[in-house]
């Protein structure tokens, strides 16, 4: 939590002491998309589906 | 090139984004750069020694009592001052709230180039074209820095690997002083409150978040449950805290916090496009939701359709048995 004090606040201007760099936009692309649908887990039961899902994301090595 | 870092320190250790951002500098400067730590704060004995194990090759630090809490005007008046005394041909930070609000006030105080939120970038030259996302992620822009002057750039977090730590080993350091005195600083922080033992969002590995799926905030209770199962932490949607069932630090998406996990977990999240601004560059996104034809669908690699409320706890369980982590 903050409290601010009863100041002028300043006004910020741009400085000139050090030679001005500036940015450039040159390519404006999309995105790539990722190929292929979500692979969908079926099973009986969640804890079937659970259970598969957990073994992908295993493999997958995130958890 | 000669390449300066703004560390973020917090609690005594060095900020993953900041991690990151060390090695980023390290491959930008190449071999006969240097790459300088700057950090700011208070009681900072012994980072000078922790940032020697990322490769920097000098240190500057400002410890006072000043810097304890990241402040705008204190930190932005110290960083200009010492950009313009040594100017750097970068500088480099972490893109978190702190790190775009102070990177970015300091390019507008030196007429600079400022590139937020990067993920990736060629140079060549001396000369720096980086990658950005824009338009929701929908986009990606490639921008030049032109000029000669110091260019600054916030990194968006997990987006550069972060190196592993090596032996310590012995490198200059500079202290400096801060610019403004407490009597001249606008901001007084009067408390500080960490939400303690769980993963921030920006830094986690596994995000774990809920939509209009979960239909109140005890449907919160198995999303913290399988993010405590793994480790993660807990995302959400901006319905889901525009009705007040979470706080918005959980917020992700392109009005809230933008994240890029190894695993993201989209439960009851219908997957707006602003949505996905904030997650979709996750590594593995799966989605568990009722609505097969949920947009969620067409950017997650594993779906689940179905009862979250079935699902996620059969997940955490499955979690803890395969993973072996158990819930808290």
Not at chain 2, 72 to 79: G, I, K, N, Q, V
Not at chain 2, 281 to 300: E, L, M, Q, R
Request: glycine content about 12%; some cysteine.
């Amino acid at each position: 939590m903050r409290k601010a004090k009863k100041l002028v606040i300043p006004v910020r201007t741009p400085g000139v002491a050090v030679a001005a760099s500036k940015v450039r936009q040159v390519a404006l692309d999309a995105a790539p998309a990722r190929a292929g649908a979500a692979e969908i887990v079926e099973a009986g039961t969640a804890q079937e589906a659970a259970s598969i899902l957990v073994d992908k994301l295993i493999a997958e090595k995130v958890i | 090139m000669n390449v300066w870092v703004w560390v973020e320190v917090s609690g005594g250790a060095i900020a993953a984004a900041s991690r990151a951002a060390l090695g980023a500098a390290r491959r930008l400067a190449g071999e006969p750069g240097v790459v300088t730590a700057l950090v700011f704060g208070h009681n900072l004995e012994d980072i000078p020694e922790k940032l020697s194990r990322y490769g920097v090759d000098r240190v500057m630090v400002s410890d006072d009592a000043t810097l304890a809490a990241y402040r705008l005007e204190p930190y932005a008046a110290l960083l200009v001052e010492l950009v313009r005394g040594a100017g750097a041909r970068v500088v480099l930070g972490g893109a978190t709230a702190c790190g775009n609000d102070l990177l970015g006030s300091a390019a507008f105080d030196l007429d600079a180039a400022f590139l937020p939120d990067v993920t990736g970038w060629e140079s060549a030259g001396g000369r720096i074209t980086a990658r950005r996302p824009v338009y929701a992620g929908k986009l990606i822009s490639a921008e030049m820095v032109e000029g000669g002057a110091t260019a600054f750039i916030t990194l968006r977090p997990r987006a550069f690997a972060a190196p592993e730590p090596g032996a310590p080993r012995p490198v200059p350091v500079t202290f400096v002083a801060p610019v403004i005195a407490e009597d001249d600083i606008l901001t007084q922080e009067e408390a500080f409150e960490l939400e303690a033992g769980r993963a921030g969002l920006s830094d986690a590995r596994v995000v774990v978040s809920g939509g209009r799926g979960v239909g109140g905030p005890g449907g919160f209770e198995p999303i913290r449950a399988l993010a405590e199962a793994l480790g993660g932490a807990v995302g959400a949607s901006r319905l889901a805290v525009d009705a007040g069932w979470i706080p918005y630090e959980h917020q992700v998406g392109q009005t809230g916090k933008v994240v890029s996990p190894d695993l993201y977990i989209a439960c009851g999240i219908s997957g707006a496009v602003q949505h996905q601004a904030g997650m979709r560059t996750s590594k593995v996104i799966v989605a568990i939701n009722k609505d097969p034809d949920a947009p969620i669908f067409k950017i997650a690699h594993y779906g689940i359709v179905g009862d979250l409320f079935e699902v996620v706890p059969a997940l955490a369980a499955a979690c803890r048995a395969k993973v072996g982590r158990q819930s808290s």
